[in-house]
Structures are given as C-alpha cells and as structure tokens.
T-cell receptor
Framework: KNQVEQSPQSLIILEGKNCTLQ??????????LRWYKQDTGRGPVSLTI???SENTKSNGRYTATLDADTKQSSLHITASQLSDSASYIC????????????WGLGTSLAVNP | EAQVTQNPRYLITVTGKKLTVTCSQN?????MSWYRQDPGLGLRQIYY???????DKGDVPEGYKVSRKEKRNFPLILESPSPNQTSLYFC?????????FGPGTRLLVL
C-alpha cells in the first residue's frame, strides 16, 4: 500500500534553533519526493522536489535529504524564524502506471520567541 | 504574477443547494486538480485534468463534478451538497515539476 508517514506529529522549538523533520515513504514505483510548507488556512507551497537519484536539495534555510534505499527523507530547517511556524508536508510521487502523489499528514511546527 | 485563484474563499450553504467553486490559473499549465483537506486526513485529490476536455477521478470523487472547457479554468461543482462535504478545498495547477495551490475555499454545508 502506498503511504507516507511523518514524524513527529508536532514540534515546538525556540527561534534561532535548528530542527529536523522525518518522512518515511512506501511508494512504488517511486519517482520523486516533495516537501511543502503550509501556513494555517492557506494553500501548500513547494519547498523542494527530489528525484529518486538525488540525495539532497536546498532552498534557503531548508535542506531536504533523500535515501531511496531506506525510503526515508528529512527536512532540516536552519536558524528557525517565527515565520517558519507552519505545517510541513512530505509527498511521495509515483512513477509509471502509479503517477500519483501520496500525501503525508504533515508535521506541525511552532517556533516560539 | 503567477497565481491560482479560487472563488469564493468562504461559503456557507444548505444541504442540496447546488454550488460551484471557480478556479483559474495564469501559468498556461495543462494539469490542474482539486483537493479537499480535512483534519487528520491530509490532502485528498478529488478530480484532476491533464488538459482541456480531459478529466479523471482522484481518490474521493463522489458527490463532485468538474469541467475543463478552457485551459485556464477548472471549476468544481457540487450538485447536491451534503454536510460531509464540509471541508477546505484547494485548486492546484502543475507545471513541469512544481504544483501551485490556490488560497483555498472553506465550505460549510448545513
């Protein structure tokens, strides 16, 4: 069964600290792994997209990693800011006849001053 | 500015009263889709369209209709809304890699 699981479900950190969010996926055949940021009540915004052959991709203070062997991805946020408070959603993209996006439930991040 | 727009942003209606949520994109994307988002369930795809006049069911299509007569527009139609369709709805369009989402439509069906 295709699925994406994220941990932790929620996280609270202090402004300026780093954090890492985890994603385990079971998507077959697998094509790509995406991370989105979703502010409360707004549409998701794409942060990174990695194909199965990529190990890491950065977007400013956001760095995503991908291990296709263990089917794990992580999103690392450096020097967090209050505006980083949001839900971060991991999405697995299928390939071939399974070209669907499998959405995780997200990690809710709160950055406190 | 590249964007996806949705209207209305908020809607309260009663059971059985037909409604349409409009969606428009200005990026000339061929692929568009509709999602609903519910607490604890994440985003679920309702319908998608690969191009004009080409639409297909997503994961939760029951109770919804769509049409794609022009590339830029992809309206979502609820012929007879029911309370279980109370949700936050997002329209999205996809270019080569990136999917762009609209601001969302919050629907309450009484």
């Amino acid at each position: 069964k295709n699925q994406v699981e994220q941990s932790p479900q929620s996280l609270i950190i202090l402004e300026g600290k780093n954090c890492t969010l985890q994603c385990n996926y079971t998507v077959s055949p697998f094509s790509n792994l995406r991370w989105y940021k979703q502010d409360t009540g707004r549409g998701p915004v794409s942060l990174t997209i990695m194909t199965f052959s990529e190990n890491t991709k950065s977007n400013g203070r956001y760095t995503a990693t991908l291990d296709a062997d263990t089917k794990q991805s992580s999103l690392h946020i450096t020097a967090s800011q209050l505006s980083d408070s949001a839900s971060y959603i991991c999405v697995g993209g299928g390939a071939g006849n399974n070209r669907k996006l499998i959405w995780g439930l997200g990690t809710s991040l709160a950055v406190n001053p | 500015e590249a964007q996806v727009t949705q209207n209305p942003r908020y809607l309260i209606t009663v059971t059985g009263k037909k409604l349409t949520v409009t969606c428009s994109q200005n990026m000339n994307h061929e692929y568009m889709s509709w999602y609903r988002q519910d607490p604890g369930l994440g985003l679920r795809q309702i319908y998608y369209s690969m191009n004009v006049e080409v639409t297909d069911k997503g994961d939760v299509p029951e109770g919804y209709k769509v049409s794609r007569k022009e590339k830029r527009n992809f309206p979502l139609i609820l012929e007879s809304p029911s309370p279980n369709q109370t949700s936050l709805y997002f329209c999205a369009s996809k270019g080569w890699e990136t999917q762009y989402f609209g601001p969302g439509t919050r629907l309450l069906v009484l």
